[in-house]
């Protein structure tokens, strides 16, 4: 059974950091594609940030530069480093593998 658990948002103030966590299990996550989702209320789900098995990184527009999102395999746990945030980074986050979800966790940015 796989189950991708994300934990570490909260609240914090704009200009803050948060650093979310994504551990795996039921997958063998060192060749997975691990990414990063976001979404707002009212607002489509979108992608924020990808990390390739080669360690390769892509990111969106909005938080290059001021997110990184990088994995530790031998804990199975994908990261997503958060600097620099702005209220519009207000959303639930979620981790994706490709073809599953975690629950999500909500990271709120208060100006």
């Known amino acids: 059974q796989v189950q991708l658990v994300e934990s570490g948002g909260g609240l914090v103030q704009s200009g803050g950091s948060l650093r979310l966590s994504c551990v795996a299990s039921?997958?063998?996550?060192?060749?997975?594609?691990m990414g990063w989702y976001r979404q707002a209320p009212g607002k489509q789900r979108e992608r924020v940030a990808f990390?390739?098995?080669?360690?390769?990184?892509f990111y969106a527009d909005s938080v290059k530069g001021r997110f990184a999102i990088f994995r530790d395999n031998a804990k199975n746990t994908v990261y997503l480093q958060m600097n620099s945030l702005k209220p519009e980074d207000t959303a639930v986050y979620y981790c994706?593998?490709?073809?599953?979800w975690g629950q999500g966790t909500q990271v709120t940015v208060s100006s």
């Open positions: 994706n593998n490709g073809n599953h």
């Open positions: 990390i390739f098995n080669t360690r390769t990184t």
């Open positions: 039921g997958i063998t996550f060192s060749v997975s594609t």
